[in-house]
């Protein structure tokens, strides 16, 4: 198969050039090394065909180079033939390989590529790269089972078409896949046996119209140029491999097709049926109704002839005006009925058909001015569709109401109920602009757009401390719509991520590591969850170089198959096996600030206040027991004794068991 030669070591080349120069490939039947007139398939029993590739010149001997980089070999590293027999059927098989690969080869066909009697494709190749050269690659044992079959190499097997004659090389190539396929950048192949005509047919035809007929399914084993000869059993003839040909009598010819190269002719014959021509049929349409001084349209479009021939178009419209074509257009002076004439020729028969139009003068009604109703209010996300519905507008006169829509954005649309994505998020007004061809009405409708779809998203076992020491290798989040924003069904799997706010307010994006997942529902709210995996280690990173430090704030972010995306924000607490993770919100603060704080076990801890010159200012906690969780105390801007504490910078350290973290506090004015 053709995907084998991409995974080859030197398929990184490229090249834009259209072309290469031809390289041989040829079938060898009695072991001389050559392809002519001597290389026959016996008609009972088996014959071994050498298979010959010739990369460095052509079959005239001249050099042969790659158009695609001149400078880059006609290498052999892989080759596949494909031949297709014709006039009878044979049996194929064994193949043998016989360049001389280092390492064991890959054979590329599958064994229903080789048991086949009119079609037969093979081929080896392995990483051993081969010079420019004359190679017999292969033996491939043939027997006839009947007729007087001929090989032929074709570029591409018809039932398969990854199937090829071609070999792996280090010439780019036009299709820039490091492969030299016949047909496209070689055009040298020579089979074995006859020329074969096929010509085509049965075909069918009306008398004195061309007939298409097409003989390019005929073949030269040889590979060179095939003189195309057509015989036609009223007389004539001519030359090419499709011709036109017009019978003039009714009832079954024949066409006899001889081809013919430098290793001999065939014949075929076809058959071709001739009918007689019909009588178009014309179909003026109608009745038509109009008004005096006013353009009609007439409308004989849907006239045909049963041969297919072109249609010429006459018409009368009753008041002594006339015109041409399918679709003419007439002005009545006056009210009256009048009968109009359609006439339609195909250059040998007419027809004609006939209807009426009836003009009267009209006085038109009072008219009343159409109601507008935009509906919503709307609601969407950021490129994604939402549909918009003027269907409750209306006109009290009953006339056709055309609709345009302002949507807000700076583009407008058409239609009752059209779709329209905005391209980013906030709240916009759409205006529906309705008019009866008279009077009009406008009305709006608010547009509210989302940067995305909300969604729940929590780490699995809803525990929001992370250890990014632990010796499990995935980080692990749960997600699912948020109150059914979203169909689950249109979640790509592949595209999910989570962006990490950093500690001085920027983000970092961390891919998930392979698709998203369903699971099962461990929330119990009814709603199977999403689950992607994310490297542990990556947010072992952030927490050692300080982009994140304790508590975090993330969001899942992932894509929908029907346009736009969702968004899970949550938050979670990153810490290490040395450490505890310490938060003092808000920084600065007055008169009050929180310190939040983690402990993986139950300890006692303490926690002290101290001013720039490190003197104890204010104990917080004194060797407290204090259970593991989180934990979140309140302190003022006060001394021990009391004292408001002047506004500056201070340092906070909490100890135990665990370890020790200092943080810098400012007290504001």
């Known amino acids: ?43 009972s029993g088996p014959v ?48 043998r390989n016989w360049l001389p690969f280092t390492t064991d080869p890959v054979r590329i066909a599958s064994r229903g590529d080789t048991t086949g009697t009119t079609i037969y494709h093979n081929g080896y190749g392995a990483p051993d790269i081969f010079p420019p050269g004359r190679y017999r690659v292969a033996t491939l ?69 061309d007939v298409r007929l097409i003989g390019n399914g005929s073949a030269a084993p040889d590979g060179h140029p095939l003189d195309f000869a057509w015989s036609f059993d009223d007389g004539g003839s001519a030359a090419g491999s499709i011709v036109m040909h017009a019978f003039a009598t009714i009832g079954a010819h024949t066409a006899t097709l001889t081809v013919s190269s430098d290793s001999g002719s065939d014949d075929d014959v076809a058959t071709v049926e001739i009918a007689d021509r019909h ?33 010429s178009y006459a018409w009368t419209f009753g008041d002594g005006g006339a015109a041409s074509g399918a679709f003419p257009q007439h002005i009545y002076p006056s009210d009256g009925t009048f009968a109009v004439v359609l006439t339609v020729g195909d250059g040998v028969y007419t027809a004609s058909d006939e209807t009426i139009a009836t003009i009267t003068t009209v006085v038109p009604p009072e008219n009343h001015p159409p109601v507008a109703d935009a509906g919503g209010p709307y609601a969407g996300i950021v490129n994604r569709w939402i549909q918009l519905d003027a269907t409750k507008s209306s006109d009290p006169d009953d006339n056709f109401l055309n609709v345009r829509w302002i949507f807000g954005d700076g583009k407008a649309g058409y239609g009752i109920a059209p779709v329209h994505a905005y391209d980013a998020a906030g709240s916009y007004t759409a205006v529906v602009h309705v008019d009866d061809g008279i009077a009009f009405a406008t009305a709006q409708a608010p547009v509210t757009i989302e940067s995305a779809f909300l ?38 799997p592949e595209a999910v991520m989570l962006r990490v706010t950093t500690f001085d307010g920027g983000s970092i994006d961390v891919p998930a590591d392979g698709s998203a997942i369903y699971q099962d529902d461990s929330d119990q709210d009814g709603v199977i969850e999403f689950v992607a995996r994310f490297p542990r280690a990556r ?22 198959y029907a346009g736009g995306g969702y968004n899970g924000p949550f938050d979670a607490t990153f810490v290490n096996s040395s450490s505890f993770d310490l938060t003092v919100t808000p920084n600065p603060f007055n008169p009050t600030a929180h310190i939040i704080f983690h402990t993986r076990s139950n300890a006692s801890m303490t926690a002290r206040l ?48 665990e370890g020790t973290r200092t943080g810098r506090v400012v007290v504001a004015k």
């Open 539 to 560: 947010f072992g990173e952030l927490l050692a170089s300080g982009a994140i430090q304790g508590r975090t704030h993330l969001e899942l972010l992932g894509g929908l």
């Open 48 to 95: 071994d065909l050498d298979i010959w590739f010739v990369t460095d010149h052509n079959r005239d001997g001249s050099p042969a180079t790659c158009v695609t980089d001149p400078s880059a070999p006609l290498t052999i590293n892989t080759y596949e033939i494909v031949l297709r027999v014709l006039n009878g059927h044979v049996a194929f098989g064994p193949m």
């Open 455 to 492: 969604a729940t998203a929590f780490l699995d076992g809803q525990n929001d401390v992370v250890n990014v020491d632990d010796p499990a290798e995935f980080l692990f989040v749960r997600f699912e719509p948020s109150d059914g924003a979203f169909p689950s069904g249109e979640v790509d």
């Open 279 to 311: 009588r178009p049929i014309a179909v003026a349409r109608g009745p038509y109704h109009g008004e005096p001084g006013l353009p009609i349209l007439f409308d004989g479009s849907v006239s045909y002839d049963p041969d297919g021939d072109p249609l």
């Open 1 to 43: 198969m053709r995907w084998f030669r991409y995974f080859l070591p030197f398929l990184i080349l490229v090249s834009l050039a259209p072309s290469a120069h031809s390289q041989y490939v040829f079938l060898d039947a009695n072991g001389d090394g050559v392809n002519n007139s001597s290389d026959q398939l016996p008609a």
């Open 141 to 209: 044992t043939v027997e006839v089972i009947d007729g007087e079959p001929s090989l032929v190499f074709l570029g591409y097997n018809p039932v398969e078409a990854t199937d090829l004659t071609a070999f792996g090389t280090q010439c780019s190539g036009i299709n820039e896949d490091n492969t030299a396929v016949l047909r496209e950048e070689f055009h040298d192949a020579s089979g074995i046996g006859r020329p074969v005509a096929e010509a085509g047919g049965p075909y069918y035809g009306v008398v004195d119209q």
């Open 610 to 657: 101290f001013d720039i010159r490190g003197r104890r200012v204010k104990t917080i906690l004194h060797g407290e027991p204090m259970k593991a969780g989180r934990h979140d105390l309140i302190f003022e801007a006060r001394d021990d004794g009391g004292s408001v504490l002047a506004s500056g910078v201070y340092f906070l350290q909490v100890s135990s068991a």
